[in-house]
């Protein structure tokens, strides 16, 4: 009976221990992914310029390598803030549909 008492004691105990990476490591990860997505939409920028058809709608590269460099910088901003107030945050446009090739 004891013993089960400090079982349960140490069960319900080691559930209160962080699972999961720090918010900062997962962060970090997260900037990882971006310059990852990076990389592969070149390599797909540079395969849609190759492939050129006469489709009527073609993706906006350049506008979704701006906004995730907007969401790089703002995550850069987080893990190393050079100021203690807040900041004006850019918002991202989120259409990357054009009807012409840029």
């Known amino acids: 009976m004891r013993c ?7 069960i319900s105990a ?3 221990l962080p699972l ?13 992914q971006l310059a990852q997505i990076e ?3 070149k390599r797909a920028h540079q395969t849609a310029q190759s492939n050129v058809t006469e489709q009527r709608f073609f993706f906006d590269y350049p506008q979704i390598h701006h906004d995730i460099q907007l969401m790089r910088s703002g995550i850069e901003q987080y893990l190393s803030p050079s100021r203690a107030q807040p900041r004006v945050p850019i918002p991202l446009v989120g259409e990357y549909r054009r009807e012409t090739v840029r």
Do not use: G, I
Request: no cysteine.
């Open 20 to 32: 999961h990476a720090s918010e900062n490591e997962e962060l970090a990860l997260t900037l990882k």
């Open 14 to 16: 080691s559930f209160n």
């Open 4 to 10: 089960s008492k400090w079982l349960v004691l140490l």
């Open 39 to 41: 990389s592969t939409l």
